[in-house]
């Protein structure tokens, strides 16, 4: 076979190989939404989703402003899977580390201190301003009623596991999740107004003193 007669041959197969990538084009772009509201998550924790722009996202992910736009109807959409992205990670991250604990009373103690450390004010930024998106979408209001029941349970869970292994007694764990998370949220709003002035470790005392009081040793 002659040196040209290989390259006719060879031309073909090159044209294929360009066919099977171009056949690929739908993971990209499910990989560039993704990057996309990767990179707003640090912008939301940082500023509030309202001080994020299109031109923020855009540059936070190193790419042009007509590439966000393509993939989503609007900032807003960028920014609330950003959030829920966030909250989603952070929670399971909190389940994870009470499901390892070796009682019902030390999860719920791993849920306090996780909840209230040097770095979470960065979280519950981003927490409110979860919370506030549901105002102007009742899909996405429907998706934070699905997480605090899933928080509610969470704690829940707890409590009623620590009374089995005879650390708590409480008659009521549902209602005890709900004082719980709700003190939780209070605690958090105080410490990002600091008004008044509220420390980590005192944010953490007040819900231990909520354990310490209502859930008082079986016996």
């Known amino acids: 076979m002659t040196s040209s007669s290989a390259d006719r041959t060879a031309r073909p197969k090159a044209a294929r190989r360009a066919v099977a990538a ?4 739908r993971q990209p772009t499910e990989v560039r939404r993704r990057l996309i509201v990767e990179a707003a998550v640090p912008l939301i924790v940082e500023r509030g989703s309202a001080a994020v722009g299109v031109r923020d996202v855009a540059a936070a992910a190193g790419v042009s402003v007509g590439t966000v736009t393509y993939h989503f109807e609007s900032v807003q959409e960028v920014l609330s899977e950003a959030m829920v992205l966030h909250i989603e990670r952070y929670y399971a ?6 499901a390892r604990a070796t009682s019902g009373a030390e999860g719920l103690r791993l849920l306090i201190d996780a909840l209230f450390t040097d770095d979470t004010d960065r979280h519950w930024r981003m927490w ?17 009623a699905a997480r605090y029941e899933s928080w509610h349970g969470e704690i829940r869970s707890l409590v009623e ?7 708590f007694g409480c008659a009521d764990p549902a209602d005890f999740a709900v004082r719980f998370a709700a003190l939780a949220d209070g605690l958090a709003l105080q410490r990002l107004r600091q008004a008044p002035p509220l420390p980590t470790e005192a944010a953490r005392r007040h ?8 859930l008082k040793a079986a016996g």
């Open 22 to 25: 171009s056949a690929r084009t």
């Open 93 to 98: 991250a909190l389940s994870e580390a009470a």
């Open 128 to 144: 409110f301003d979860y919370w506030h998106a549901g105002d102007r979408d009742q899909a996405f209001a429907r998706g934070q």
């Open 161 to 167: 596991r620590g009374a089995d292994e005879g650390d």
């Open 207 to 214: 819900l231990y003193r909520l354990v310490e009081v209502e």
